[in-house]
């Protein structure tokens, strides 16, 4: 089990590795240039493809990049806003065990979930078993050659992480949402107890 943290880390850079596309160089004006593509490989496409109902849906919270970025840090940003992951056990909220209170989104203070549904995986991210109803969005992620299930904030679209089910933990679940802890906020009162009195 020694290769586990070495494979953690791996995954993690190749999960990270962002592809930005370089801006056109200065051309004198010479007329129209003739353009080289690359073949269309579908294959390829099914590893670095994201879902397209994750991009193409609408949530209630509407905001453009440039008022994401200046609302959220750097960090914030990479993850809430493009889909990052932050590195594992890097989160303070993944040893975070409150008896009481709620884990909201870091994007728009939207209650996600109760302190009670945190439980301690191993994982090195902050693991729940269950969300407040209908404050999670699921799709499917077929990044990296592989089928998860990402999580969105349904208020703002805030990417917060994958659910893994059947692992075993004893939940009453038997899921696991694996949450960036840079997505999350906590409010020690509970508004989710609160809006129901």
Known sequence: MRFLPTVVRSFYAFSNA???VAPPPLRPALGPTAKLGLPSIPFLGAFFGT???????????????EEWQAQLSPE?????????TEAPYSSDFDKHMPSEG????????????KANHKFKSGCGWPAFFDAVPGAVTRHTDRTFGMERTEIVCSNCGGHLGHVFKGEGYPTPTDERHCVN??????NKNDPVKDSKA
């Open 18 to 20: 962002t592809f930005r």
């Open 76 to 84: 914030q940003f990479r993850i809430l806003r493009e889909k990052g």
């Open 51 to 65: 879902s397209s109902s994750s991009n193409n849906m609408t949530y209630p919270l509407q905001k453009g990049k």
């Open 181 to 186: 802890g840079v997505s999350l906020s906590f």
């Open 102 to 113: 709620v884990y909201t989104c870091a994007g728009c203070e939207a209650p996600l979930y």
